[in-house]
């Protein structure tokens, strides 16, 4: 079994949702007493907040690349970023380590792509919306990405950050969730993506017409894959 390197914090809910799902997978895979070999470099979530509403996107890739450096040093033979928004810098901390990244743009893309569709879209941060660097890394293999209306995107924003990280669960924000996913199927796209670990704690497949593809639960497989394969 190889050691899953692991750079949480991004939120810590989201961290607890990969480190619970990584060893439940092991388990059923295995069987017994089995349970993952993971290393977790876990980061200030306020801190690298901060910095990316300041767009000091610089001192967001130092944080990160530090913590990924140490999930190295640690053994991890390969590194996963607990986050969507925060793969803005995938790149820089793949080039300060020397193990593999398993980019959850491309995870999620060939998910996608092995369900037949060819249209989706991403729900996430307001910022992972209306920025490209995850929509162009999906687009990138040949799939068409689109994303909420402009108007929705503080709601959404507010439903990951004031209740979502924090493990509040409200059946209107689904309501208002599954009302967005409604519309983007009207408009064309033929899959959704929950591109915010927390936002699988609000939306099931059973909330949506369309397939639902959750990034963490898919990036959890990913690496079961590679970690047992």
């Given at each position: 079994?190889?050691?899953?390197?692991?750079?949480?914090?991004?939120?810590?809910?989201?961290?607890?949702?990969?480190?619970?799902?990584?060893?439940?997978?092991?388990?059923?895979?295995?069987?017994?007493?089995?349970?993952a070999?993971?290393?977790?470099?876990?980061?200030?979530?306020?801190?690298?907040?901060?910095?990316?509403?300041?767009?000091?996107?610089?001192?967001?890739?130092?944080?990160?690349?530090?913590?990924?450096?140490?999930?190295?040093?640690?053994?991890?033979?390969?590194l996963?970023?607990?986050?969507?928004t925060?793969?803005?810098?995938?790149?820089?901390?793949?080039?300060?380590?020397?193990?593999?990244?398993?980019h959850?743009?491309?995870?999620?893309?060939?998910?996608?792509?092995?369900?037949?569709?060819?249209?989706?879209?991403?729900?996430?941060?307001?910022?992972?919306?209306?920025?490209?660097?995850?929509?162009?890394?999906?687009?990138?293999?040949?799939?068409?990405?689109?994303?909420?209306?402009?108007?929705?995107?503080?709601?959404?924003?507010?439903?990951?950050?004031?209740?979502?990280?924090?493990?509040?669960?409200?059946?209107?924000?689904?309501?208002?969730?599954?009302?967005?996913?409604?519309?983007?199927?009207?408009?064309?796209?033929?899959?959704?993506?929950?591109?915010?670990?927390?936002?699988?704690?609000?939306?099931?497949?059973?909330?949506?017409?369309?397939?639902?593809?959750?990034?963490?639960?898919?990036?959890?497989?990913?690496?079961?894959?590679?970690?047992?394969?």
């Amino acid at each position: 079994m190889q050691t899953i390197g692991l750079v949480g914090g991004m939120s810590w809910e989201s961290s607890a949702a990969y480190y619970e799902a990584l060893n439940r997978g092991v388990e059923e895979r295995l069987g017994g007493l089995h349970s993952a070999k993971t290393v977790l470099a876990s980061v200030d979530f306020a801190e690298v907040t901060a910095l990316q509403e300041d767009e000091d996107w610089d001192g967001v890739a130092a944080i990160l690349r530090s913590a990924a450096e140490s999930v190295e040093r640690a053994g991890a033979d390969f590194l996963m970023l607990c986050t969507t928004t925060f793969h803005r810098v995938a790149e820089q901390v793949q080039d300060a380590v020397s193990i593999p990244l398993l980019h959850l743009g491309d995870v999620v893309a060939e998910a996608c792509k092995a369900e037949g569709v060819e249209s989706v879209a991403l729900l996430g941060t307001r910022f992972a919306m209306s920025r490209t660097f995850f929509t162009d890394r999906i687009a990138g293999h040949g799939l068409g990405v689109l994303v909420p209306d402009a108007a929705h995107h503080d709601e959404l924003n507010r439903i990951i950050y004031d209740e979502l990280v924090h493990g509040k669960v409200v059946d209107d924000s689904r309501r208002a969730v599954v009302g967005m996913i409604s519309e983007l199927w009207d408009a064309g796209a033929g899959g959704v993506i929950l591109g915010c670990s927390e936002l699988e704690l609000l939306i099931r497949q059973a909330d949506s017409e369309i397939p639902v593809f959750p990034c963490t639960t898919l990036h959890v497989t990913a690496a079961l894959d590679r970690a047992l394969g």
